[in-house]
């Protein structure tokens, strides 16, 4: 069997049949094996893991599952602005699950619990419109005007999350940090990409990254490259991360 990327599927062909005959991992599903298990399962640490992306409700097994392995978690995208939102921080027209804001403060009580650090942003970037070459400013995260929106983490984030990878071994990546398809909002995922990128080609960080939108993030950022291991996965690779088995993965046995 050689598609991990189908490996979160209970598939005939990749589950049913691996069950009734002989079966091994092939070379690229070995591979990703290879990469998550060093990852995720015997990391070199400190480990760092960057989750983004739109909404935190699709990632909550992710969220609950990462705090309990690794040391320092990042938090971007819309997901961040319910984190900053559960705290009472006035996050005006951003998307943000305002739902789930008991989830969000318990994850950050899990997170306390275990020694996890939260990077939240420790600046934002805010427009009025979402669109190219809107102007923006940035501002501090409790200060975001009732009409704008948080589109990006501003340059003191990014600052932040560089020198946690700079003393990290292991990076693990899914979702970019703001609204990376416009410019200017693509600015911290660059360059949180291009640091953990330089890092990774210098030997000091081994880096992890998978889903469809990250894995464009790190090539707009011109990052992909250099990364250590860019998963073939998306389901896939964000069910690994959760820490569950995957039916394709369990038939080899």
């Known amino acids: 069997n050689d598609a991990f990327s189908a490996a979160h599927r209970a598939h005939a062909s990749t589950e049913a049949l691996a069950r009734l005959l002989p079966a091994c991992a092939g070379r690229l599903m070995a591979e990703e094996l290879g990469a998550l298990e060093k990852a995720l399962g015997t990391p070199d640490r400190p480990v760092v ?3 983004g992306g739109a909404k935190v409700s699709t990632k909550l ?11 320092h978690l990042v938090i971007g995208g819309g997901m961040a602005n319910t984190f900053l939102a559960a705290q009472g921080i006035d996050v005006g027209k951003s998307l943000a699950e305002h739902d789930l804001a008991d989830t969000a403060r318990a994850i950050l009580q899990k997170a306390n619990d275990v020694g996890c650090e939260i990077i939240l942003p420790r600046d934002i970037v805010v427009a009025r419109e979402f669109k190219a070459g809107a102007p ?6 409790d200060a975001c005007p009732a009409d704008a929106m948080i589109l990006d983490a501003g340059p003191q984030t990014v600052a932040y999350i560089s020198a946690v990878l700079e003393n990290a071994k292991t990076l693990v990546w899914n979702g970019p940090l703001g609204a990376f398809e416009i410019a200017p909002f693509d600015a911290a995922t660059n360059a949180a990409a291009r640091k953990a990128a330089d890092l ?3 030997g000091k960080l081994v880096s992890v990254a998978g889903g469809g939108d990250t ?7 011109g990052a992909a490259d250099d990364f250590t291991y860019i998963s073939t996965a998306g389901g896939a690779f964000l ?5 569950k088995t995957l039916p394709g993965v369990a038939a080899l046995g």
Request: charged share 20%; aromatic share 2%.
């Open 49 to 51: 893991a960057v989750v």
């Open 61 to 71: 097994d992710l969220l609950g599952n990462l705090v309990t392995k690794v040391d």
């Open 136 to 141: 923006s400013e940035v501002l501090a995260p």
């Open 200 to 202: 990774s080609k210098a």
């Open 215 to 221: 894995v464009a993030a790190l090539n707009q950022a």
């Open 239 to 243: 069910e690994w991360m959760e820490g």
